[in-house]
DNA sequence: CGGTCTCTTGACGGAGTTCAAAGCTAGTGG
DNA sequence: CCACTAGCTTTGAACTCCGTCAAGAGACCG
């Protein structure tokens, strides 16, 4: 029925496609347009979503008005404002498609509920979780280590298809500095 | 017989006396003196820790050769390099204790068999990942957001018990900037 | 086409780094 | 219990990376 969701299940715990039929029932399939939003901030975040098509993006407006990303999700990841979507409370991130996005919902109800209904989902979760911190973490140590230069650098080598897929001032906002300095890096690369 | 982390468990989950006893089959008491490592660059990290009195770090040395701390662990805070722990590879941080500390080690293959053992506690971790996921996504809109004396600031207010404990230096390596830097901070805040 | 969105350019300024040296502080051994 | 040393913090000057602002050049879409 979900044949992504159902494999990127499958390679951390066994569940049989019976049961994996019912475990779909609690999802919801969603379409979005580029640039629509699934969460704004001062809302609570309803829902955990997984993508199966297109790219998500995680973002807050800081004081001077300007957008900072700072978090990424394709095909095979999930996205939620994680805080948020805990306990309900008022978000502090907007997620929006970066383009037309395709992804299977899991609002929080569902989700107490799937858990309790399906202990193997718990280990999958847990082990979900338990890649994005270390995912975050090495992002961390990652930013720590080199200059901006660098950072892009690397990005543009490790991610070279996603760089065509998402424009320049986005990139930049997830890296964690501005266009105009983007602009810089690549034309010194360049000559 | 740990009742800081029998009650930390028991804050997700709801688990008998006796399961628990079992449960602490698992664990291993250790301990720390300050300046003492648990795992260093190039080790298989080998257990996640329990952090029950003192003051962990995690960092890494740089290409410059200077220390980068990026996480504290104090009291009912769990530590470990989850990438190194989850893969077995070699780590990529040294973990610490900062004061003199003890820990409740879980070696990875006790880990295991614990959640193998008793789901309840795939519950506890999925729960316990998903608030460290939840943190780090907060601090990294946090360091986005505030220039670095701020960041001093704020860290000053909200952990002031925790700025007596630790040593400067530290304090400025996992704020993201120099020791130097922090002092001239501090010589503005007392003029 | 015409307008909006995106990317580039360059001048300037400031936050934070680097380096080197001196002043403190706390722990250690005699 | 004092003296010594190693580790920590402070100072200041020079420098650099990167942000800001403002304007122009492309590029994409209806």
Redesign the pocket.
Known sequence: MYPLLQAHINTFVSISDDEMAEIFGYFKHQTLKKKENLLNEGQACKATYFVTKGILRKYFINE?G?EQTTEFAIENWWMTDTFSFISQTTAEFYIQAVENTEVLALPRDAHDQLLEAHPAMEKYFRCVYQRAYAATQKRLKFRHEH???ELYHFFRKSQPEFLQRV????I?SYL?????????I??KSIS
Chains 1, 2 share one sequence.
């Open positions: 001077k300007v200059s901006s230069e424009p320049q001032y986005l930049a964690g500095f501005t266009p105009e300095y983007l602009s810089e690549r034309k």
